[in-house]
């Protein structure tokens, strides 16, 4: 069965410059999300999920950050030529975009209402008075009470797990074909989390919508994706179908995060964890930037960094698979 490709990055590199010298933050990324499809990407703070996101958005704050190399294609247009206004109307219409903390996205100036309603009046040239109405049904969609009242409301007013409904509200009101989910469930508590996610899902299913989310939290992934990428340090790690990984993990970093997952058989035991920490990296960092850490390593690896291999229906960037291909 052919697939329909619905977004296209290739070779994506965007680089900050500091003081300390060029962070290479996403470098070399490169994936595919087909037509309702959940593709999700993990990996721990500092690994580059929210900046490949943010990079397909072209929301890249220049300076200090630029994206210097790659294509971006949505619906096979190249949205890394696209001028800043084409780009405006892309965002919230045809991508939209869950950001990480809602209480900081959201403008505490205005009504939550107000917030929907202009990107209905931008995107749909309807007035407002038709904007309202389909603001209060995406607030009733999202599993508000009393939408009526609660779009007067402030992000002040609503509590973390509301004002996480009210932005999906506002990512989904256009019904794009791609929403972008950067840590959703993050500061909510479990059964919050479990709501959101099983909303997603929902309107996923509901709008025929492909789903990008991003997540440090290996269980929301084996609940909602089809697929996964592991991200560290800026460099995919592993890349595959979500039950081939939860099954046959092959890289040693996607080994650690899914031994650090608690379960029901610990007893008592201690949490696995990875020791050490992301690496400073810039560009003219040797070797594979997981090297210090893992407890596979080689002298090869901290000189040589490893090409990303196909192994089976996946994709490794590992030095012990160079001669299993």
Partial sequence: MNREILLEVNDLKTYFYTVDGVVPAVDGVSFTISKGETLGIVGESGSGKSVTARSIMRLIPNPPGKIVSGSIKFKDEELLTKKDSEMRMIRGS??????????????????????????????????KKEAKEKAIEALRMVGIPSPEKRINNYPHQMSGGMRQRVMIAMALVCSPDLLIADEPT??????????????????????????????????????????????????????????????????PYTKGLLDSIPTLSMEGDRLKSIEGSL?????????????????????KCFVEEPPLIKVNDSYVRCHKYLNRR
Avoid: W
């Fill in 186 to 251: 993050t500061a909510l508590d479990v059964t919050i989390q479990a709501q959101i996610l099983d909303l997603i899902k929902d309107m996923k299913n509901m709008l025929n919508m492909s789903v990008m989310i991003i997540t440090h939290d290996l269980g929301v992934v084996a609940d909602i994706a089809d697929s996964v990428i592991v991200m560290y340090a800026g460099k995919m790690m592993e890349y595959g179908r979500a039950f081939d990984m939860f099954s046959n993990p092959l890289h």
């Fill in 279 to 299: 690496p400073n990296v810039t560009l003219d960092y040797k070797g594979c930037r997981f090297a210090d850490r893992c407890s596979e390593r080689c002298e």
């Fill in 94 to 127: 045809k991508i939209g975009m869950i950001f990480q903390d809602p209480m900081t996205s959201l403008n505490p100036l205005f009504t939550v209402g107000d917030q929907i309603i202009e990107a209905l009046c931008i995107h749909q040239n309807i007035d």
